[in-house]
Structure formats: C-alpha cells, structure tokens
C-alpha cells in the first residue's frame, strides 16, 4: 500500500469537476465575480475516469465529486456512471449546495451515485441569503427531500459554524435532521483559501458545538469511521440518528488523513490548505503511459509531509500566534471541500 512520511496511506480521492460555483458563499466565495478556468483546461469526464482508475489502483478506495459546485457540470451523470463501474472502488459521493439536485437526483441516482453531502448552514431564509448570498433556500430543501424520495442513503447535511453568523441555528438544524433522517455534519469554520478573511475570533469550537447539542439532545461518541474520516461521530442517546463535528482547527486530524485532491484543471493537491498542485494533466495530454502516471502520482504521495492543521493549531497556542493572511493557499472553488 502507499504510503508518505508520516506512514498515512492514500485511501480517498476528492475530484473538483469545475471550479464554478452559483453560490457565494461568505466563508468559501466571498467575491461576486472570479477569473474561471477556461474551459479547454478542464479535465474531460474520460481524463478523471482514466486518473480516478489509476488512484484505485494505488489503493483508493473512495472517491468524492466536488467542486465548484459538481451539478453545474454538465452531464455530470455521465462520469459518474464510468466511475461507478471501477472494480476496487467502494465508496462514491457527492457534495453539493443542493440547489439543482432535485432536477438531477434521478438522473444521478441511475448512474450508480448512492449518497450525497448537501451543504446548508441555516433554514432561515433571510440568514440563508446573507451566508450564501446568490441562490434559493427552498431548492435546497426540495432537493434534499427529492434525494431522500429517491432512496439515496445515508444524506448528510453539512454545516459551517461561525460565531455571530449562525451559531444560533445548531439546534435547529439538529432537530430538522433528526425529525427528516438526515445526518448532520458540523464544520468549524476554517482558513481556507486567501479571501475569506478568516480570525480564530469567528471560530466555534467542536467542544462549544457538542456543548450545545447535548444540552438539549444528550450523545456519546462513537469515533471517525474507519478511524480516518474527518468528522467524528456521535448518536443520540434516544436513538433518533447520529451527528458529527470535523474539527480541523481545535482537534486536528492530520495523523489520520488519507485523501488527496485533484483539481478541475489536472492538478494533485495532497492537502485542503496546500499552496501549489502537481499538475496531472500535463502528463495525460502529453502521451504519458499508465505506469510513468502512476509512478508520478506514487512518488508525490511517498513524499507529501502535510501537517498544517496541526501547525496551525500549535502556532495558535505558541506565543508567535497565527495569522492566516500569511498562509498563502489554494482558492476553495480550485479544491473543493
């Protein structure tokens, strides 16, 4: 198996299918308008089906579309049904801001997609509109019923907590999941990318969450799946489903990470916060063999030595203190979550 220097093996794939997105969401887009990837730089559905097989064969067992959001690409069930069909491949997702889901989902779902991640940070409409600032509430919730009619499992409802922002929603996002079937995923709010002017100031802790939560709807912990999954997860003592908290800044997972990116335009990412990428798509589209790929990919992965949450976490508690603007990344529409 493959592994890099800290001894983690590369298990999961997150694929970027476009770096566009109809959002704007404040802690990911905060812009209105962005320079996009021209369209002739984009990896064709056949160029992520052939680098996806490649991964599988060094040992990747999931894979996760992102994007961008992933169902403004189009005919996006199309690649999905060349990935679905990967011998060695256990696990296929999809992230979305479920704005379009409900007129794809069965499309999707034919394909061999079985579940889906759904980014939402609040149900109050008004709220709604100043985090995400272009798009529709109600979509959203039409297209996570839609998956749901459409037996995809399990669903999982994302949410990015920020204090002032909407601290204030985490019960009642928590009932809505548990009253629907949904499975709700907390995120602390992290530094991603240059531009979403991110303070620790803004940041609700995984401690402070579960705090909350259990106040009113007492759980215990039942760990990260497969002891490398990025939330860690916890069911309700009643046993009405399960919750989950990634806390990247307060509790790095660094030790456990196993995932690698590639970007929309070709490039291998091996961390959400890196600066710079390997570009992939060079190789494809100059003739390279299978097997000169594959060593390519292998010796990135034998080398990668990341670590940022939990450098970031010990600048956080050191006396020099930590500032993200002097953190140059990688934009979060380029990698996806």
Same mark, same amino acid.
């Given at each position: 198996?493959?592994?890099?220097?800290?001894?983690?093996?590369?298990?999961?794939?997150?694929?970027?299918?476009?770096?566009?997105?109809?959002?704007?969401?404040?802690?990911?887009?905060?812009?209105?308008?962005?320079?996009?990837?021209? !369209?002739?730089?984009?990896?064709?559905?056949?160029?992520?089906?052939?680098?996806?097989?490649?991964?599988?064969?060094?040992?990747?067992?999931?894979?996760?579309? #992102?994007?961008?959001?992933?169902?403004?690409?189009?005919?996006?069930?199309?690649?999905?049904?060349?990935?679905?069909?990967?011998?060695?491949?256990?696990?296929?997702?999809?992230?979305?801001?479920?704005?379009?889901?409900?007129?794809?989902?069965?499309?999707?779902?034919?394909?061999?997609?079985?579940?889906?991640?759904?980014?939402?940070?609040?149900?109050?409409?008004?709220?709604?509109?100043?985090?995400?600032?272009?798009?529709?509430?109600?979509?959203?919730?039409?297209?996570?019923?839609?998956?749901?009619?459409?037996?995809?499992?399990?669903?999982?409802?994302?949410?990015?907590?920020?204090?002032?922002?909407?601290?204030?929603?985490?019960?009642?996002?928590?009932?809505?999941?548990?009253?629907?079937?949904?499975?709700?995923?907390?995120?602390?709010?992290?530094?991603?990318?240059?531009?979403?002017?991110?303070?620790?100031?803004?940041?609700?802790?995984?401690?402070?969450?579960?705090?909350?939560?259990?106040?009113?709807?007492?759980?215990?912990?039942?760990?990260?799946?497969?002891?490398?999954?990025?939330?860690?997860?916890?069911?309700?003592?009643?046993?009405?489903?399960?919750?989950?908290?990634?806390?990247?800044?307060?509790?790095?997972?660094?030790?456990?990470?196993?995932?690698?990116?590639?970007?929309?335009?070709? !490039?291998?990412?091996?961390?959400?916060?890196?600066?710079?990428?390997?570009?992939?798509?060079?190789?494809?589209?100059?003739?390279?063999?299978?097997?000169?790929?594959?060593?390519?990919?292998?010796?990135?992965?034998?080398?990668? #030595?990341?670590?940022?949450?939990?450098?970031?976490?010990?600048?956080?508690?050191?006396?020099?203190?930590?500032?993200?603007?002097?953190?140059?990344?990688?934009?979060?529409?380029?990698?996806?979550?």
């Amino acid at each position: 198996m493959l592994r890099d220097i800290y001894n983690r093996p590369l298990k999961g794939l997150r694929i970027s299918v476009t770096d566009r997105c109809n959002f704007r969401c404040t802690y990911c887009m905060p812009f209105d308008e962005y320079e996009w990837v021209d !369209k002739k730089e984009i990896l064709t559905f056949e160029e992520i089906a052939r680098l996806a097989g490649l991964f599988v064969q060094l040992g990747v067992d999931k894979i996760r579309l #992102t994007g961008g959001e992933p169902l403004l690409r189009r005919d996006l069930e199309k690649l999905i049904r060349k990935l679905s069909s990967l011998s060695g491949l256990k696990d296929l997702c999809l992230t979305t801001n479920g704005s379009l889901l409900a007129e794809k989902v069965s499309a999707l779902k034919s394909a061999g997609l079985r579940r889906i991640n759904v980014s939402l940070d609040t149900l109050n409409p008004e709220k709604f509109a100043r985090i995400r600032r272009w798009g529709d509430l109600a979509k959203v919730l039409e297209g996570l019923f839609t998956a749901k009619s459409y037996g995809l499992d399990p669903i999982k409802v994302n949410a990015v907590i920020e204090r002032g922002v909407n601290d204030d929603d985490i019960l009642d996002l928590v009932e809505f999941s548990r009253k629907n079937g949904f499975t709700i995923r907390f995120i602390e709010y992290m530094d991603v990318g240059n531009s979403n002017n991110w303070t620790s100031e803004k940041l609700v802790s995984k401690k402070e969450i579960l705090a909350i939560i259990n106040a009113r709807y007492p759980v215990r912990e039942v760990g990260r799946n497969k002891g490398s999954a990025p939330s860690v997860d916890y069911e309700f003592i009643d046993g009405q489903g399960e919750v989950g908290v990634i806390a990247s800044v307060s509790e790095p997972f660094c030790s456990s990470c196993s995932r690698a990116r590639l970007t929309a335009e070709g !490039k291998l990412v091996t961390c959400l916060f890196s600066a710079t990428g390997y570009d992939l798509k060079a190789l494809l589209r100059h003739g390279a063999t299978e097997e000169e790929i594959i060593e390519v990919i292998s010796a990135i992965w034998r080398k990668r #030595t990341d670590r940022y949450s939990d450098e970031r976490l010990e600048a956080m508690n050191s006396a020099r203190g930590y500032r993200a603007k002097d953190h140059k990344k990688i934009e979060m529409i380029s990698l996806g979550g």
